[in-house]
């Protein structure tokens, strides 16, 4: 009953020049009890090669290291950090970081800077959760002690409570 209604109105398009031969063809078979029945035994096989571990495959993991950036004059440097503070990956982090950056780059020695661009190359839900306070994600040793993470969870209270996060102007 149901193919034949679908039939009806794929030849009425057909008809009317809005739907051509090969779209009738796949709506025909994706609505087939044969098809679906396929679509599920594959999609079961694939659920169990997902969870079965094989002894011939390869699991490789690795983490791009940042680009070494020798001579870099500070100037720069505090541009580059600015525009990574405000370009992460998630909006949250953004709003974190480019408030942060706009308040304290400026004011920054050498080392500072360089702990900040560290701090930077870590992921974004990482530094998101560790400014945040999340248990999910404990702060890692090397950045317990930090600074610049620190001040970060300072400046992240005290917006929570007065305003408002919004990115700032350029």
């Keep these: ?48 090669q997902d969870g079965e571990e094989d002894e011939n495959t390869v699991k490789i993991e690795f983490k791009l290291e940042p680009l070494p950036r020798i001579n870099e004059p500070i100037e720069n440097k505090r541009a580059r950090l600015l525009y990574q503070s405000r370009k992460r990956g998630i909006l949250e982090t953004d709003l974190i970081l480019s408030r942060f950056a706009a308040t304290y780059l400026k004011e920054f020695n050498e080392a500072e800077l360089e702990e900040y661009d560290k701090f930077l190359d870590e992921y974004d839900w990482d530094i998101y959760y560790w400014v945040t306070g999340n248990p999910s994600s404990p702060v890692p040793e090397k950045w317990q002690k930090s600074k610049i993470l620190e001040m970060v969870k300072a400046q992240v209270e005290a917006f929570s409570k007065t305003e408002a996060v919004r990115m700032p102007e350029l």
């Design 1 to 48: 009953m149901q193919r034949t209604a679908i039939l009806r109105s794929l030849r009425a398009a057909r008809c009317r020049n809005i739907v051509n031969t090969a779209t009738i063809s796949r709506s025909l078979q994706t609505s087939s009890p044969a098809f679906l029945a396929r679509q599920q035994q594959q999609t079961q096989k694939q659920e169990k």
